[in-house]
């Protein structure tokens, strides 16, 4: 059984090779540092999601997505959500997908609406695979959120008719819940 002080030292050297510029080596210290895990890599990744650089940016994504600590969660909403990152936020909706959103209904929906084709089916991947806790003025905000981007499709990233009807779908999905039963 290795020691606490070499695991360490393992640590900090795939901490310093994420960093340089060897893809195979970011990679392979991306991967690692997925299987090590624990709240001092969380740690180190979550700042990283907020730099400029999309390779470090994107790495530390894949790696909380692997680790899929949902601390995770609010950091990666911010990142995704930063204008900067808008054309460049693929991968950090991809990582969502292992994390809990049940309480994030609105920011997916938000995520489906107005990113990227690829961020679209990771938030579509969410929507289809996890339980949401949610209000009905989550559902209403989701309807606005909807109603607006159909009337100003300028407002969102352009859509064919078939994505528009798979997206109609989910909202009518959710919003069936706003009907009284009868």
Known sequence: MPDKNSNQAEIEELKKNIFSGDLELVKSSRKRLG??????VVDFLIPMLMLDDQRIRNSAALTLRDIGDNKALEPLLAAIFKKENH?????????????????????????????????????????????????????????????????????????????????????????????PKE
């Open 35 to 40: 299987e090590i895990g624990g709240d001092e």
């Open 87 to 179: 054309n460049h936020n693929q991968t950090l909706v991809y990582a969502l997908e292992t994390l809990d959103c049940s309480e994030k209904l609105v920011e997916i929906f938000t995520i489906l609406f107005y990113e990227s084709y690829v961020g679209k089916i990771s938030a579509c991947n969410i929507l289809n695979d996890q339980i949401f806790s949610f209000t009905e003025q989550d559902l209403l905000n989701i309807e606005m959120m909807w109603e607006d981007l159909k009337k100003h499709p300028e407002k969102g990233i352009p859509m064919n008719g078939e994505t528009m009807a798979d997206i109609q779908k989910l909202v009518d999905g959710y919003l069936s819940y706003l009907k």
